[in-house]
């Protein structure tokens, strides 16, 4: 089976949903139409086996995931996700994983109705490379650079699963129901695409928590020259984190990644509406700090102490 | 050195060209716009450690390399390349090796006048996935699945020359002058951006030939549903090719990948035209054969023989 039928077999089985893309897979490029009063915005992430994701995995999962931190990073910017391109790079063909696999990439881009339009399918070690477009009204899409002191920080879910999860991948004494709950927050993280339109009207910055709040809320720091404090009883945690962490558990929602909610900041006189337009559309969110002037990040705790808090997150290398 | 360093002190480095980018690296995806009247064109193309290329290269040439076949690839589809994301997946952190890369990456795509909007950086085997996105006007890209029967067929360079370095790799009896301009081949590949004004006034296809010459047009043959007859005395060969391989030459130039050339059809009664304005402008190209309606690839002969030939190019697995 060589790359052709790979890509025909398992890739061009979908009809196009989306009356934007002039034409797929199957050239040397594939096209798109993007309407005048958007501006396109474009993500890529690359998976790589035993660093994002393990080998023994089921390879649906390793797909859903594959798609889903990239249209989280679309989420991030308040845009829509459109259109994909995967290069995959395979040790060897199994059919079977890649039949798995395939399923894995059309559900997920089926729920964001996205179009998968083209990639590219090589020999060699186990990874892969999604790159996701999306668009946003022309001038709305938000970036890491917007917030001002005086912003309000929120966040969209509780924190902290994902990365217990991995903690716990070998533990023996872990009941089965909170082990698959846990799984499922890693393996299956929920983009927060939903908040888009909101973001839109009020956020000054955003980004998404994929290598842990304190590291992410930096680079919103870093980027709109600022600094931040949070209510260290106000960040949301999973529920199982106090179980299985104890005092430990704010440091891990502080610091585990591969939670795929939203962080991001409101001017403060937004923040009532916001709320309520939120509730309204059944959207849960958190307020949990404040941005300041003074550069870093700053913990207050209820008895009013304050402590420089120094960001910790994944780091690549 | 982590993630963000590594982006910031080799890769966000270069000041945008272009003003249609809205914002580059560093944010969770990029943003540019795409005007009205064009259709965004969009190209994936992965290069893996010891299959694409030997890590034992210089760093430099990897770089080209990525972004020269992707670039190839909108020149295939007569467009015009705009953008780029680069994914890049590191074993470990080495400073010189990343400057060196990092430079090529730039250098290359600014003889082409590319934007590097974005990417990712993550720890694993040697590998990278180059997307590129570029514009075409509206309705004027090329596909393969334009050509009829009657079209003639043309290529715009001399063919071969990448896949005999790659045969001669280790050979230790070829002058090095000659192994000098053939690796300058296989490692600088020229993509034709500069036939794309004219494919997009006369080509009904057109693919480039990174798989073999026989592999690439059989590709345009099945998308269009016929076959096509070579002259194989007029397939334009490398000089170095019947040196080295004598009466093999015309089999390399049919089968060898790498080369970076177009290969593209047009309606006989516009070759005339078509030839003499490619003239003026100072392109050359080759007519090599005819599209029939008869599945397959034939090659004839001087003396008017008229032989099947199985079309053979590189497979990925």
Known sequence: MDEFSIIQQYFNVVPQRRDDVVFG??????????????????????????????????????????????????AAMAATPCWATLALTLPNVNEDWLASFARGIHDSLAQYEIDLIGGDTTCGPLSMTLTLLGVAPV????????ARPGDVILVTGQLGAASLAVSLLKAHNVPKDDKILLMDKLLHPNPRVDFSALLQRFATSAIDISDGLSADLSHIC???????????????????????????????????????????????????????????????????????????????????QCVTYEPKGYSHF
């Open 25 to 74: 897979i199957g050239d040397d490029a594939a096209s798109v139409r993007v309407p005048s009063d958007k501006e396109l915005l474009i993500s890529t992430d690359t998976l790589v086996s035993n660093v994002h994701f393990l080998p023994e995995w089921d390879a649906y999962d390793i797909a859903c995931k594959a798609v889903l931190v990239n249209v989280s990073d679309i």
């Open 139 to 146: 001038g709305k899409s938000i970036r890491r650079n917007g």
């Open 222 to 304: 870093s980027a709109s020259r600022v600094g931040a404090t949070l209510a260290r009883d106000a960040i949301p945690l999973h529920p199982l984190l106090p179980i299985y962490l104890k005092d430990k558990a704010v440091d891990m929602a502080l610091t585990g990644g591969d939670d795929y909610e939203l962080c991001f900041t409101l001017p403060p006189h937004y923040l009532g509406e916001f709320l309520a337009i939120a509730e309204q559309q059944g959207l849960v969110c958190y307020t949990i700090g404040m941005i300041d002037k003074a550069p870093g990040l700053r913990l207050t705790y209820p008895d009013g």
